[in-house]
C-alpha cells in the first residue's frame, strides 16, 4: 500500500512538472 501510494504521489508530481514544463515552453505564465 505505502509503495502504490509512493507510486502515485510521483507520479502525481511528474505530471505537475511536464505541466509546468509545458507551459513555460509555451510562453505562458498561469503556472
Given at each position: 500500500l505505502n509503495v502504490g501510494l509512493?507510486?502515485?504521489g510521483l507520479a502525481n508530481?511528474?505530471?505537475a512538472i511536464i505541466i509546468h514544463?509545458?507551459?513555460?515552453?509555451?510562453g505562458?505564465?498561469?503556472f
Open positions: 509512493d507510486y502515485i508530481v511528474g505530471n514544463e509545458y507551459f513555460d515552453w509555451m505562458d505564465e498561469l
